[in-house]
């Protein structure tokens, strides 16, 4: 996607949000490079202004950093007694320091944009929302339905859509986020993590 350079400027971060990012890592997997959450989260003071320069640049050029588009895949079932490859949900586990970054530019730069796209029926993948509310929603809906003078039943259907994700065409996800009021660089930066990087290694 191409950038006006000189009207829209990258998003960047200072110091003192990365250090509180740092500070806010929980206990989680530890990703291919070896390093656990906590060498981040008790050395915050002394990584944030590396990580600042190193997260700032990221965000400016568009561009991931190699090592931390590298992740273990824990392979976990989808049915009870799994038998083919199919039946298995492979969890891309990256670098700490990788799935902190994604989660401070979303909370900081991205958030407003992805959430003015969503309906406001949708309770997934939404800050604050639960299946509990959904619930709650989904049965106001139908007992309102039902006081109804001409009303005598409420059909629902549900649908599951726990596949989906398997099947995201990186194309269609690309128009989507360019037709968005997400900053370019932002635009690009998430493209960019999906770009297979390839090494010659002898």
């Known amino acids: ?31 291919p490079d070896e390093i656990p959450f906590w060498v981040w989260k008790e050395n915050a003071d002394v990584f944030a202004p590396v990580m600042t320069k190193i997260w700032n640049e990221s965000l400016s050029t568009s561009t991931w950093p190699i090592s931390w588009k590298i992740a273990h895949i824990d392979p976990l079932p989808k049915v009870e007694n799994p038998k083919e490859y199919c039946e ?7 670098p700490v320091i990788g799935r902190c970054f994604e989660r401070t530019v979303y909370h900081y730069h991205s958030k ?8 406001s029926s949708q309770f997934a993948y939404r800050i604050g929302g639960c299946s509990t509310d959904a619930l709650i929603k989904l049965q106001y809906m139908y007992l309102k339905a039902l006081e109804e003078p001409n009303c005598d ?4 259907i549900a649908m599951d859509f726990s596949k989906a994700f398997d099947n995201v065409k990186h194309a269609k996800l690309s128009e989507k986020l360019k037709s968005s009021s997400m900053n370019p660089y932002l635009v690009n930066w998430y493209l960019n993590f999906l770009k297979i990087e390839f090494e010659d290694r002898e």
């Open 1 to 31: 996607m191409e950038i006006d350079s000189i009207t829209i400027k990258a998003p960047q971060f200072s110091i003192t949000q990365v250090k509180n990012a740092l500070l806010k890592i929980r206990k989680t997997a530890t990703g």
């Open 88 to 94: 298995f949900r492979g969890i891309n586990v990256t």
């Open 112 to 119: 407003r944009s992805f959430e003015a796209e969503l309906s």
């Open 153 to 156: 039943a409420v059909r629902l």
